[in-house]
Protein backbone atom coordinates (compact mmCIF):
# COMPACT_ATOMS: atom_id res chain seq x y z
CA UNK A 1 0.00 0.00 0.00
CA UNK A 2 1.45 3.40 -0.94
CA UNK A 3 1.68 6.17 1.71
CA UNK A 4 0.93 10.49 1.73
CA UNK A 5 4.16 12.37 1.28
CA UNK A 6 5.81 13.99 4.02
CA UNK A 7 4.14 17.11 5.59
CA UNK A 8 7.63 18.41 4.97
CA UNK A 9 7.56 18.46 1.35
CA UNK A 10 7.24 21.79 -0.71
CA UNK A 11 5.00 22.46 -3.45
CA UNK A 12 6.33 23.47 -6.74
CA UNK A 13 6.37 27.39 -6.91
CA UNK A 14 6.26 28.07 -2.86
CA UNK A 15 9.15 28.86 -1.01
CA UNK A 16 10.20 26.43 2.04
CA UNK A 17 9.96 29.47 4.00
CA UNK A 18 6.28 30.43 3.56
CA UNK A 19 2.66 28.65 4.42
CA UNK A 20 -0.34 28.42 1.72
CA UNK A 21 -2.14 29.63 4.34
CA UNK A 22 -0.50 32.88 5.15
CA UNK A 23 2.45 33.19 7.06
CA UNK A 24 5.78 31.69 8.12
CA UNK A 25 6.41 28.27 8.86
CA UNK A 26 7.29 27.17 12.19
CA UNK A 27 10.97 25.12 12.92
CA UNK A 28 9.05 21.83 12.60
CA UNK A 29 9.80 19.66 9.63
CA UNK A 30 6.86 16.86 10.35
CA UNK A 31 7.12 13.56 10.71
CA UNK A 32 10.40 11.66 10.47
CA UNK A 33 8.71 8.62 10.39
CA UNK A 34 5.42 6.56 9.52
CA UNK A 35 4.03 4.39 11.89
CA UNK A 36 4.48 0.52 11.52
CA UNK A 37 1.34 -0.96 9.25
CA UNK A 38 1.66 -4.62 10.20
CA UNK A 39 -2.06 -4.63 12.41
CA UNK A 40 -0.83 -8.10 14.35
CA UNK A 41 1.75 -5.77 16.14
CA UNK A 42 0.82 -4.51 19.69
CA UNK A 43 -0.10 -1.19 19.80
CA UNK A 44 2.92 0.43 21.43
CA UNK A 45 5.30 -1.42 18.58
CA UNK A 46 3.31 0.31 16.04
CA UNK A 47 3.97 3.54 17.82
CA UNK A 48 7.74 2.74 18.16
CA UNK A 49 9.11 4.25 15.10
CA UNK A 50 7.97 7.77 15.65
CA UNK A 51 9.22 7.05 19.51
CA UNK A 52 12.47 5.88 17.61
CA UNK A 53 12.80 8.47 15.20
CA UNK A 54 13.68 11.26 18.29
CA UNK A 55 16.23 8.54 20.04
CA UNK A 56 18.28 11.06 20.44
CA UNK A 57 16.71 13.48 23.25
CA UNK A 58 14.47 10.04 24.14
CA UNK A 59 18.15 7.99 24.66
CA UNK A 60 19.12 11.36 26.30
CA UNK A 61 16.41 11.21 28.45
CA UNK A 62 16.45 7.80 29.99
CA UNK A 63 20.22 8.05 30.27
CA UNK A 64 20.13 10.85 32.45
CA UNK A 65 17.42 9.53 34.44
CA UNK A 66 19.17 6.91 35.15
CA UNK A 67 22.07 8.72 36.11
CA UNK A 68 19.97 11.03 38.33
CA UNK A 69 18.16 7.81 40.30
CA UNK A 70 21.55 6.25 41.01
CA UNK A 71 22.93 8.93 42.38
CA UNK A 72 19.97 9.42 44.51
CA UNK A 73 20.53 5.37 45.52
CA UNK A 74 23.81 6.57 46.88
CA UNK A 75 22.64 8.79 48.91
CA UNK A 76 21.23 6.52 51.80
CA UNK A 77 24.30 4.68 51.60
CA UNK A 78 26.16 8.01 52.25
CA UNK A 79 23.72 8.31 55.02
CA UNK A 80 24.41 5.53 56.71
CA UNK A 81 28.41 5.62 56.63
CA UNK A 82 27.66 9.40 58.02
CA UNK A 83 25.63 7.89 61.33
CA UNK A 84 27.90 4.75 61.88
CA UNK A 85 31.14 6.73 61.38
CA UNK A 86 30.70 10.20 62.09
CA UNK A 87 28.16 10.59 64.94
CA UNK A 88 28.14 6.98 66.27
CA UNK A 89 32.07 5.57 66.13
CA UNK A 90 33.49 9.37 65.59
CA UNK A 91 36.09 8.01 62.67
CA UNK A 92 35.15 10.31 60.12
CA UNK A 93 34.60 14.04 59.84
CA UNK A 94 30.75 14.68 59.91
CA UNK A 95 31.13 17.88 57.39
CA UNK A 96 32.71 15.90 55.19
CA UNK A 97 30.48 13.28 54.77
CA UNK A 98 27.74 16.20 54.33
CA UNK A 99 29.48 17.99 51.71
CA UNK A 100 29.62 14.01 49.97
CA UNK A 101 26.01 13.81 50.11
CA UNK A 102 25.19 17.36 49.16
CA UNK A 103 27.64 16.89 46.35
CA UNK A 104 25.51 13.74 45.26
CA UNK A 105 22.28 15.21 45.81
CA UNK A 106 23.44 18.33 44.03
CA UNK A 107 24.32 15.80 40.86
CA UNK A 108 21.07 14.33 41.36
CA UNK A 109 19.01 17.22 40.26
CA UNK A 110 20.83 18.72 37.77
CA UNK A 111 20.37 15.78 35.93
CA UNK A 112 16.91 14.80 36.26
CA UNK A 113 16.06 18.35 35.93
CA UNK A 114 17.54 18.26 32.41
CA UNK A 115 16.64 14.72 31.85
CA UNK A 116 12.64 16.14 32.59
CA UNK A 117 13.49 18.74 29.77
CA UNK A 118 14.27 16.27 27.26
CA UNK A 119 11.47 14.14 28.27
CA UNK A 120 9.06 16.54 27.36
CA UNK A 121 11.38 17.65 24.21
CA UNK A 122 10.17 14.45 23.11
CA UNK A 123 6.89 13.94 24.11
CA UNK A 124 5.95 17.35 22.42
CA UNK A 125 7.93 16.33 19.34
CA UNK A 126 5.74 12.50 19.46
CA UNK A 127 2.27 14.32 19.70
CA UNK A 128 3.12 16.73 16.81
CA UNK A 129 4.26 13.84 15.00
CA UNK A 130 1.41 12.16 15.37
CA UNK A 131 -1.11 14.48 14.76
CA UNK A 132 0.82 15.30 11.45
CA UNK A 133 0.17 11.63 10.41
CA UNK A 134 -3.44 11.86 10.76
CA UNK A 135 -3.80 14.95 9.03
CA UNK A 136 -1.53 13.81 6.24
CA UNK A 137 -3.40 10.57 6.14
CA UNK A 138 -6.91 12.32 6.25
CA UNK A 139 -5.95 14.64 3.19
CA UNK A 140 -5.18 11.54 1.71
CA UNK A 141 -8.32 9.57 2.24
CA UNK A 142 -10.98 9.80 -0.66
CA UNK A 143 -14.33 11.80 -0.25
CA UNK A 144 -16.68 9.07 0.70
CA UNK A 145 -14.43 8.13 3.89
CA UNK A 146 -16.09 11.68 5.01
CA UNK A 147 -19.26 11.41 3.90
CA UNK A 148 -19.53 8.47 7.21
CA UNK A 149 -17.09 9.58 9.53
CA UNK A 150 -18.42 12.50 11.71
CA UNK A 151 -15.65 15.52 12.25
CA UNK A 152 -15.95 15.68 15.80
CA UNK A 153 -14.49 12.27 16.23
CA UNK A 154 -11.84 12.87 13.78
CA UNK A 155 -11.07 16.13 15.74
CA UNK A 156 -10.97 14.18 19.11
CA UNK A 157 -8.79 11.32 17.96
CA UNK A 158 -6.36 14.10 16.72
CA UNK A 159 -6.04 16.07 19.97
CA UNK A 160 -6.82 13.80 23.59
CA UNK A 161 -6.78 10.52 21.51
CA UNK A 162 -2.98 11.35 20.56
CA UNK A 163 -2.04 13.41 24.29
CA UNK A 164 -3.13 9.90 25.85
CA UNK A 165 -0.76 8.20 23.77
CA UNK A 166 2.04 10.29 23.48
CA UNK A 167 1.67 10.67 27.80
CA UNK A 168 2.16 7.02 28.43
CA UNK A 169 4.74 6.14 24.94
CA UNK A 170 6.93 8.71 26.76
CA UNK A 171 6.62 8.54 30.54
CA UNK A 172 6.18 4.48 30.57
CA UNK A 173 9.62 3.93 29.89
CA UNK A 174 11.18 6.70 33.09
CA UNK A 175 8.81 4.36 34.93
CA UNK A 176 10.96 1.35 33.54
CA UNK A 177 13.96 2.90 34.28
CA UNK A 178 12.82 3.71 38.26
CA UNK A 179 11.98 0.18 38.23
CA UNK A 180 15.40 -0.41 37.04
CA UNK A 181 16.83 1.47 39.80
CA UNK A 182 14.51 -0.42 42.25
CA UNK A 183 16.49 -3.32 41.37
CA UNK A 184 19.78 -1.56 41.91
CA UNK A 185 18.20 -0.29 45.35
CA UNK A 186 17.14 -3.94 46.20
CA UNK A 187 20.57 -4.81 45.75
CA UNK A 188 21.88 -2.03 48.55
CA UNK A 189 18.96 -3.87 50.55
CA UNK A 190 20.68 -7.22 50.54
CA UNK A 191 24.08 -6.05 51.38
CA UNK A 192 22.51 -4.65 54.27
CA UNK A 193 20.93 -7.63 55.32
CA UNK A 194 19.27 -10.68 53.16
CA UNK A 195 16.33 -11.99 55.42
CA UNK A 196 15.07 -8.33 55.80
CA UNK A 197 15.61 -7.16 52.29
CA UNK A 198 13.25 -10.68 51.43
CA UNK A 199 10.52 -9.63 54.38
CA UNK A 200 10.61 -6.29 52.55
CA UNK A 201 9.71 -7.41 49.02
CA UNK A 202 6.91 -10.21 50.43
CA UNK A 203 4.22 -7.75 49.38
CA UNK A 204 5.77 -7.91 46.05
CA UNK A 205 4.12 -10.72 43.90
CA UNK A 206 0.74 -9.95 45.40
CA UNK A 207 1.61 -6.33 43.92
CA UNK A 208 1.35 -7.86 40.35
CA UNK A 209 -1.35 -10.00 40.36
CA UNK A 210 -3.59 -6.47 41.55
CA UNK A 211 -1.80 -4.79 38.51
CA UNK A 212 -3.05 -7.54 35.91
CA UNK A 213 -6.23 -7.38 37.46
CA UNK A 214 -6.35 -3.81 37.30
CA UNK A 215 -5.25 -3.50 33.86
CA UNK A 216 -8.35 -5.67 32.67
CA UNK A 217 -10.78 -3.57 34.55
CA UNK A 218 -9.13 -0.28 33.13
CA UNK A 219 -9.45 -0.71 29.46
CA UNK A 220 -13.21 -1.23 28.84
CA UNK A 221 -13.79 1.67 30.35
CA UNK A 222 -10.93 3.96 28.89
CA UNK A 223 -12.26 2.85 25.78
CA UNK A 224 -15.90 4.25 26.76
CA UNK A 225 -14.56 7.34 28.01
CA UNK A 226 -12.61 8.34 24.81
CA UNK A 227 -15.45 7.48 22.68
CA UNK A 228 -18.04 9.25 24.65
CA UNK A 229 -15.10 12.45 24.44
CA UNK A 230 -15.49 12.07 20.77
CA UNK A 231 -19.13 12.25 20.84
CA UNK A 232 -19.35 15.45 22.62
CA UNK A 233 -16.90 16.71 20.27
CA UNK A 234 -19.08 16.07 17.16
CA UNK A 235 -21.66 17.86 18.83
CA UNK A 236 -20.04 20.80 19.81
CA UNK A 237 -18.50 20.78 15.98
CA UNK A 238 -22.19 20.40 14.32
CA UNK A 239 -23.45 23.03 16.51
CA UNK A 240 -20.31 25.34 15.76
CA UNK A 241 -20.80 25.03 12.13
CA UNK A 242 -24.62 24.75 12.15
CA UNK A 243 -25.59 27.54 14.19
CA UNK A 244 -27.49 29.54 11.53
CA UNK A 245 -29.29 26.90 11.12
CA UNK A 246 -30.53 26.26 14.83
CA UNK A 247 -30.74 29.57 15.45
CA UNK A 248 -33.10 29.88 12.52
CA UNK A 249 -35.13 27.23 13.70
CA UNK A 250 -34.79 28.16 17.12
CA UNK A 251 -33.52 25.09 18.65
CA UNK A 252 -30.84 26.48 21.00
CA UNK A 253 -32.82 24.16 24.13
CA UNK A 254 -32.74 21.15 22.09
CA UNK A 255 -29.25 21.31 21.04
CA UNK A 256 -28.40 22.42 24.88
CA UNK A 257 -30.26 19.28 25.85
CA UNK A 258 -28.16 16.99 23.76
CA UNK A 259 -25.08 17.78 24.27
CA UNK A 260 -25.75 17.89 28.06
CA UNK A 261 -26.91 14.15 27.83
CA UNK A 262 -23.64 13.45 26.16
CA UNK A 263 -22.05 15.20 28.54
CA UNK A 264 -23.35 12.79 30.99
CA UNK A 265 -22.41 10.51 29.17
CA UNK A 266 -18.77 11.13 29.88
CA UNK A 267 -19.62 12.35 33.40
CA UNK A 268 -20.69 8.89 33.97
CA UNK A 269 -17.59 6.90 32.51
CA UNK A 270 -15.22 9.68 34.34
CA UNK A 271 -16.99 8.50 37.36
CA UNK A 272 -16.94 4.89 36.73
CA UNK A 273 -13.28 5.30 35.76
CA UNK A 274 -12.68 7.24 39.14
CA UNK A 275 -14.71 4.33 41.07
CA UNK A 276 -12.49 1.89 39.47
CA UNK A 277 -9.24 3.32 40.45
CA UNK A 278 -10.88 3.98 44.10
CA UNK A 279 -11.19 0.35 44.09
CA UNK A 280 -7.81 -0.72 42.72
CA UNK A 281 -5.29 2.33 43.86
CA UNK A 282 -5.08 1.62 47.22
CA UNK A 283 -4.36 -1.78 46.97
CA UNK A 284 -1.75 -0.81 44.38
CA UNK A 285 -0.32 2.51 47.04
CA UNK A 286 -0.55 0.72 50.33
CA UNK A 287 0.57 -2.84 49.82
CA UNK A 288 4.15 -1.22 49.93
CA UNK A 289 3.53 0.52 53.32
CA UNK A 290 3.10 -3.38 54.32
CA UNK A 291 6.31 -4.10 53.71
CA UNK A 292 7.57 -1.04 55.39
CA UNK A 293 5.57 -1.96 58.21
CA UNK A 294 7.52 -5.49 58.62
CA UNK A 295 10.71 -3.71 58.43
CA UNK A 296 9.81 -1.44 60.93
CA UNK A 297 9.27 -4.69 63.19
CA UNK A 298 11.76 -7.16 62.14
CA UNK A 299 14.50 -4.59 61.84
CA UNK A 300 13.71 -2.68 65.03
CA UNK A 301 14.18 -5.92 66.86
CA UNK A 302 17.44 -6.46 65.26
CA UNK A 303 18.35 -3.07 66.28
CA UNK A 304 17.30 -3.84 69.66
CA UNK A 305 19.33 -6.97 69.65
CA UNK A 306 22.45 -5.65 68.11
CA UNK A 307 22.42 -6.98 64.91
CA UNK A 308 21.95 -4.04 62.65
CA UNK A 309 22.99 -0.69 63.24
CA UNK A 310 20.78 2.51 63.48
CA UNK A 311 22.34 4.05 60.01
CA UNK A 312 21.74 0.80 58.66
CA UNK A 313 17.75 1.00 59.72
CA UNK A 314 17.27 4.13 58.32
CA UNK A 315 19.54 3.78 54.81
CA UNK A 316 17.43 0.26 54.65
CA UNK A 317 14.15 2.14 55.12
CA UNK A 318 15.25 5.05 53.00
CA UNK A 319 15.98 2.00 50.04
CA UNK A 320 12.90 0.75 50.51
CA UNK A 321 10.72 4.34 49.86
CA UNK A 322 12.82 4.18 47.01
CA UNK A 323 11.97 0.55 45.55
CA UNK A 324 8.69 1.61 46.60
CA UNK A 325 8.35 4.88 43.99
CA UNK A 326 8.11 2.34 41.30
CA UNK A 327 5.50 0.51 42.58
CA UNK A 328 3.42 3.54 44.13
CA UNK A 329 3.58 4.78 40.56
CA UNK A 330 2.26 1.09 38.90
CA UNK A 331 -1.65 1.83 38.91
CA UNK A 332 -1.37 4.91 37.17
CA UNK A 333 1.12 3.21 34.71
CA UNK A 334 -1.68 0.58 34.23
CA UNK A 335 -4.57 3.41 34.11
CA UNK A 336 -2.33 5.30 31.28
CA UNK A 337 -1.70 2.18 29.41
CA UNK A 338 -5.34 0.95 29.05
CA UNK A 339 -6.35 4.66 27.94
CA UNK A 340 -3.46 4.67 25.65
CA UNK A 341 -4.41 1.51 24.41
CA UNK A 342 -7.65 2.35 23.99
CA UNK A 343 -6.85 6.06 22.26
CA UNK A 344 -4.07 4.04 19.70
CA UNK A 345 -6.75 1.63 18.69
CA UNK A 346 -9.00 4.45 17.67
CA UNK A 347 -6.32 6.06 16.38
CA UNK A 348 -5.09 3.23 13.97
CA UNK A 349 -8.79 2.79 12.57
CA UNK A 350 -7.82 6.26 11.01
CA UNK A 351 -4.58 5.75 10.10
CA UNK A 352 -5.34 1.72 8.71
CA UNK A 353 -7.91 3.39 6.51
CA UNK A 354 -7.10 2.82 2.80
CA UNK A 355 -8.52 5.49 0.64
CA UNK A 356 -10.85 4.48 -2.14
CA UNK A 357 -9.43 6.98 -4.76
CA UNK A 358 -5.84 5.95 -5.29
CA UNK A 359 -3.38 6.08 -7.78
CA UNK A 360 -2.36 3.11 -9.68
CA UNK A 361 0.68 1.70 -10.14
CA UNK A 362 2.49 3.32 -12.81
CA UNK A 363 0.42 6.23 -13.47
CA UNK A 364 1.67 9.08 -14.83
CA UNK A 365 0.82 13.38 -15.00
CA UNK A 366 -2.03 14.25 -17.52
CA UNK A 367 -0.60 17.65 -19.77
CA UNK A 368 -4.01 18.72 -21.45
CA UNK A 369 -3.19 19.61 -24.86
CA UNK A 370 -6.60 19.42 -26.42
CA UNK A 371 -9.36 19.54 -23.31
CA UNK A 372 -11.43 16.72 -24.80
CA UNK A 373 -13.51 15.27 -21.97
CA UNK A 374 -15.63 11.70 -22.59
CA UNK A 375 -17.78 10.18 -20.10
CA UNK A 376 -18.75 7.17 -21.98
CA UNK A 377 -21.52 4.18 -20.58
CA UNK A 378 -20.88 5.67 -17.04
CA UNK A 379 -22.89 3.68 -13.92
CA UNK A 380 -21.96 5.01 -10.97
CA UNK A 381 -23.77 5.06 -7.30
CA UNK A 382 -22.84 6.40 -3.81
CA UNK A 383 -21.49 4.00 -0.89
CA UNK A 384 -25.32 3.86 0.33
CA UNK A 385 -26.10 1.86 -2.87
CA UNK A 386 -28.55 4.68 -4.52
CA UNK A 387 -27.93 4.18 -7.89
CA UNK A 388 -27.50 7.68 -9.52
CA UNK A 389 -25.66 7.59 -13.18
CA UNK A 390 -27.11 4.81 -15.61
CA UNK A 391 -25.56 4.55 -18.86
CA UNK A 392 -24.64 8.15 -18.88
CA UNK A 393 -23.05 9.32 -22.23
CA UNK A 394 -21.50 12.88 -22.58
CA UNK A 395 -18.99 14.43 -24.86
CA UNK A 396 -17.31 17.81 -24.66
CA UNK A 397 -15.32 19.14 -27.36
CA UNK A 398 -11.86 21.21 -27.20
CA UNK A 399 -12.93 24.53 -26.37
CA UNK A 400 -16.50 23.73 -25.98
CA UNK A 401 -18.83 25.50 -22.96
CA UNK A 402 -21.35 23.35 -21.92
CA UNK A 403 -24.58 23.55 -19.96
CA UNK A 404 -25.77 20.21 -17.81
CA UNK A 405 -29.40 20.88 -16.88
CA UNK A 406 -31.10 18.80 -14.96
CA UNK A 407 -33.94 18.54 -12.28
CA UNK A 408 -32.50 18.92 -8.42
CA UNK A 409 -31.13 15.27 -7.28
CA UNK A 410 -30.82 14.25 -11.00
CA UNK A 411 -26.84 13.82 -11.23
CA UNK A 412 -25.67 17.08 -11.83
CA UNK A 413 -22.81 17.72 -9.33
CA UNK A 414 -22.06 13.82 -9.37
CA UNK A 415 -20.79 14.06 -12.68
CA UNK A 416 -18.28 17.01 -11.75
CA UNK A 417 -17.18 14.88 -9.08
CA UNK A 418 -16.29 11.58 -11.58
CA UNK A 419 -14.33 13.47 -13.68
CA UNK A 420 -12.25 15.42 -10.89
CA UNK A 421 -11.94 11.64 -9.47
CA UNK A 422 -13.48 12.62 -6.23
CA UNK A 423 -15.35 9.58 -6.82
CA UNK A 424 -14.66 6.48 -9.83
CA UNK A 425 -17.58 5.34 -11.34
CA UNK A 426 -18.88 1.88 -11.26
CA UNK A 427 -19.15 1.12 -14.26
CA UNK A 428 -17.62 2.94 -18.14
CA UNK A 429 -15.04 5.30 -18.40
CA UNK A 430 -13.79 8.96 -17.82
CA UNK A 431 -11.69 9.79 -20.19
CA UNK A 432 -9.51 13.74 -21.03
CA UNK A 433 -7.83 13.38 -24.21
CA UNK A 434 -7.89 9.99 -24.43
CA UNK A 435 -6.86 9.81 -20.68
CA UNK A 436 -8.29 7.61 -18.57
CA UNK A 437 -8.87 9.89 -15.30
CA UNK A 438 -7.79 6.17 -13.20
CA UNK A 439 -4.22 6.17 -15.25
CA UNK A 440 -2.86 9.68 -14.39
CA UNK A 441 -2.17 11.38 -11.02
CA UNK A 442 -4.48 12.84 -8.81
CA UNK A 443 -2.26 15.81 -8.19
CA UNK A 444 -1.94 16.67 -12.22
CA UNK A 445 -5.98 15.94 -13.03
CA UNK A 446 -6.82 18.20 -10.35
CA UNK A 447 -4.03 20.67 -11.67
CA UNK A 448 -6.13 20.54 -14.93
CA UNK A 449 -9.28 20.90 -14.09
CA UNK A 450 -10.89 23.30 -12.33
CA UNK A 451 -13.90 23.15 -9.92
CA UNK A 452 -15.99 26.32 -8.91
CA UNK A 453 -18.44 24.78 -6.65
CA UNK A 454 -22.01 26.39 -5.06
CA UNK A 455 -21.24 26.27 -1.87
CA UNK A 456 -17.17 27.82 -1.59
CA UNK A 457 -15.12 27.59 1.43
CA UNK A 458 -13.10 29.95 2.76
CA UNK A 459 -10.15 29.96 4.60
CA UNK A 460 -9.73 32.09 7.81
CA UNK A 461 -7.14 34.06 6.27
CA UNK A 462 -6.87 37.46 3.52
CA UNK A 463 -9.10 37.48 0.86
CA UNK A 464 -5.21 37.99 -1.10
CA UNK A 465 -4.54 34.44 0.24
CA UNK A 466 -8.59 33.05 -0.29
CA UNK A 467 -7.84 33.93 -3.80
CA UNK A 468 -4.08 32.80 -4.20
CA UNK A 469 -4.94 29.14 -2.54
CA UNK A 470 -3.94 27.54 -5.48
CA UNK A 471 -1.01 29.27 -6.43
CA UNK A 472 0.71 30.80 -3.09
CA UNK A 473 3.56 32.53 -5.51
CA UNK A 474 1.03 34.18 -7.58
CA UNK A 475 1.80 38.41 -7.44
CA UNK A 476 -0.26 40.89 -6.20
CA UNK A 477 -1.26 41.83 -9.98
CA UNK A 478 -2.31 38.51 -11.13
CA UNK A 479 -4.65 37.97 -7.84
CA UNK A 480 -6.18 41.08 -9.17
CA UNK A 481 -7.00 39.94 -12.31
CA UNK A 482 -8.49 37.00 -11.27
CA UNK A 483 -10.61 39.11 -9.32
CA UNK A 484 -11.56 40.99 -11.78
CA UNK A 485 -12.43 38.39 -14.32
CA UNK A 486 -14.62 37.34 -11.54
CA UNK A 487 -16.16 40.48 -11.33
CA UNK A 488 -14.56 40.73 -6.88
CA UNK A 489 -12.21 43.57 -7.20
CA UNK A 490 -14.92 46.07 -6.77
CA UNK A 491 -16.19 45.30 -3.19
CA UNK A 492 -12.71 43.61 -2.34
CA UNK A 493 -11.31 47.43 -2.55
CA UNK A 494 -14.56 48.96 -0.69
CA UNK A 495 -13.57 46.66 2.47
CA UNK A 496 -11.85 48.39 4.94
CA UNK A 497 -8.54 46.44 4.46
CA UNK A 498 -9.59 45.71 1.23
CA UNK A 499 -7.59 42.34 -0.30
CA UNK A 500 -5.72 42.16 3.44
CA UNK A 501 -8.96 41.80 5.07
CA UNK A 502 -9.16 38.37 6.65
CA UNK A 503 -12.56 36.62 6.50
CA UNK A 504 -14.28 34.87 9.62
CA UNK A 505 -14.86 31.49 9.94
CA UNK A 506 -15.70 29.54 6.89
CA UNK A 507 -16.10 33.48 4.95
CA UNK A 508 -19.29 34.06 6.83
CA UNK A 509 -18.59 37.77 6.99
CA UNK A 510 -18.95 37.89 3.40
CA UNK A 511 -22.33 37.48 2.00
CA UNK A 512 -22.89 34.45 -0.40
CA UNK A 513 -22.28 36.21 -3.26
CA UNK A 514 -19.54 37.36 -2.05
CA UNK A 515 -17.94 34.21 -1.22
CA UNK A 516 -18.84 32.94 -4.96
CA UNK A 517 -16.82 35.48 -6.85
CA UNK A 518 -14.06 34.71 -4.69
CA UNK A 519 -14.20 31.30 -5.43
CA UNK A 520 -14.27 31.68 -8.87
CA UNK A 521 -11.45 34.05 -8.94
CA UNK A 522 -9.38 31.09 -6.89
CA UNK A 523 -10.12 28.84 -9.57
CA UNK A 524 -9.15 31.54 -12.70
CA UNK A 525 -5.75 32.45 -11.14
CA UNK A 526 -4.97 28.78 -11.22
CA UNK A 527 -6.05 28.91 -14.70
CA UNK A 528 -7.24 25.20 -15.60
CA UNK A 529 -7.83 24.07 -19.26
CA UNK A 530 -10.68 22.82 -17.77
CA UNK A 531 -13.33 24.36 -16.00
CA UNK A 532 -16.15 23.44 -14.22
CA UNK A 533 -18.73 25.55 -12.93
CA UNK A 534 -21.22 23.88 -10.40
CA UNK A 535 -24.23 26.41 -9.98
CA UNK A 536 -21.36 28.87 -8.87
CA UNK A 537 -23.33 31.91 -9.62
CA UNK A 538 -26.02 30.74 -7.41
CA UNK A 539 -26.24 32.88 -4.56
CA UNK A 540 -24.80 36.10 -7.11
CA UNK A 541 -27.33 38.92 -7.86
CA UNK A 542 -28.68 38.95 -11.54
CA UNK A 543 -26.83 42.25 -12.93
CA UNK A 544 -23.55 41.30 -10.81
CA UNK A 545 -23.61 37.79 -12.83
CA UNK A 546 -24.37 39.26 -16.19
CA UNK A 547 -20.80 41.22 -15.04
CA UNK A 548 -19.24 37.85 -14.18
CA UNK A 549 -20.32 36.30 -17.39
CA UNK A 550 -19.27 39.11 -19.70
CA UNK A 551 -16.02 38.42 -18.42
CA UNK A 552 -16.23 34.83 -18.57
CA UNK A 553 -16.95 34.62 -22.06
CA UNK A 554 -13.17 35.84 -23.43
CA UNK A 555 -11.86 33.65 -20.66
CA UNK A 556 -14.13 30.50 -21.76
CA UNK A 557 -13.29 30.84 -25.30
CA UNK A 558 -10.21 29.15 -24.98
CA UNK A 559 -10.75 26.64 -22.47
CA UNK A 560 -13.29 23.55 -21.90
CA UNK A 561 -15.83 24.08 -19.48
CA UNK A 562 -18.72 22.18 -18.10
CA UNK A 563 -21.66 24.86 -16.25
CA UNK A 564 -23.90 23.06 -14.05
CA UNK A 565 -27.19 25.46 -14.77
CA UNK A 566 -30.43 26.41 -13.52
CA UNK A 567 -30.12 29.33 -14.62
CA UNK A 568 -31.24 31.11 -18.09
CA UNK A 569 -28.16 33.07 -17.94
CA UNK A 570 -25.86 30.60 -17.10
CA UNK A 571 -27.30 28.32 -20.08
CA UNK A 572 -27.04 31.28 -22.18
CA UNK A 573 -22.63 31.02 -21.97
CA UNK A 574 -22.98 27.12 -23.16
CA UNK A 575 -23.07 26.61 -27.25
CA UNK A 576 -24.53 23.38 -25.97
CA UNK A 577 -26.89 21.92 -23.52
CA UNK A 578 -27.23 18.54 -21.97
CA UNK A 579 -30.47 17.57 -20.71
CA UNK A 580 -29.99 15.11 -17.69
CA UNK A 581 -32.74 13.07 -15.74
CA UNK A 582 -33.22 9.91 -13.68
CA UNK A 583 -29.59 9.36 -13.91
CA UNK A 584 -28.92 9.50 -17.85
CA UNK A 585 -29.01 11.48 -20.72
CA UNK A 586 -32.73 12.66 -22.31
CA UNK A 587 -31.26 15.40 -25.20
CA UNK A 588 -28.32 17.26 -26.30
CA UNK A 589 -28.34 20.08 -28.34
CA UNK A 590 -28.87 24.08 -28.18
CA UNK A 591 -31.10 25.82 -25.89
CA UNK A 592 -33.54 26.90 -28.89
CA UNK A 593 -33.39 23.29 -30.33
CA UNK A 594 -34.28 21.92 -26.75
CA UNK A 595 -37.03 24.32 -26.24
CA UNK A 596 -38.96 23.17 -29.09
CA UNK A 597 -38.23 19.74 -29.03
CA UNK A 598 -38.02 18.68 -25.08
CA UNK A 599 -41.15 19.73 -23.02
CA UNK A 600 -39.60 18.48 -19.93
CA UNK A 601 -36.19 20.85 -20.88
CA UNK A 602 -39.02 23.74 -21.30
CA UNK A 603 -40.97 22.30 -17.53
CA UNK A 604 -37.67 22.14 -15.61
CA UNK A 605 -36.55 26.20 -17.01
CA UNK A 606 -39.93 27.32 -16.27
CA UNK A 607 -39.71 25.50 -12.70
CA UNK A 608 -36.08 27.41 -11.88
CA UNK A 609 -37.63 30.41 -13.03
CA UNK A 610 -40.41 30.31 -10.06
CA UNK A 611 -37.87 29.24 -7.56
CA UNK A 612 -35.37 32.11 -8.42
Known sequence: ??????????????????????????????PRAQIARDRS??????????????????????????????????????????????????????????????????IAGITGIVSRQYVFVTAYNVE??????????????????????????????????IRSVQRYSTFAPLIVVQSFIGVLAFGFMLSIDVPLALIAM????????????????????????????ADVATIVDEN??????????????????????????????????????????PWVQNLPQLGLALVLFFGGIMVMQGHLQIGAILAFNAYLLMLQAPFMM??????????????????????????????????????????RVDLTHVDFAYANGASILRDFDAHLEPGETVALVGRTGSGKSTVARLITRFY??????????????????????????????????????????????????????????????????????????????????????LSGGQRQRIAIARTLLVNPPILILDDATSAIDV??????YEALRHLLATRTTLVIAHRMSTIALAQRVILLDDGHVIATGTHDELLASTPLYSEILAQTTRNA
Open 424 to 509: DVTAGSVTIDGHDVRDVTLASLRDQVGVVLDEPFLFSISIRDNIAYGRPSATAEEVEAAARAANAHDFITRLPEGYDTVVGERGYT
Open 240 to 281: VNGVRVVKSFAQEEAEINRLADAAEGVAWSYIKDAQLRGIWS
Open 202 to 229: VVMPILYVVGLKMRRVMFPISWITQARL
Open 543 to 548: HVEAGI
Open 128 to 161: ADLRSLIYEHLTWLSFSFYDRVQSGQLISRANSD
Open 330 to 371: LGQLVMMGQRAKASAERIFEILDESPEIAERPGAYDLSVTEG
Open 1 to 30: MTHPPSASTTREGESPGTNPLGGVRSSYRG
Open 41 to 106: LPWWRRILPVIRSHRVTFIAALALSFVSLVFQTLVPNLLNGAIDNAIIRHSQSLSRQVIEIVIVGV
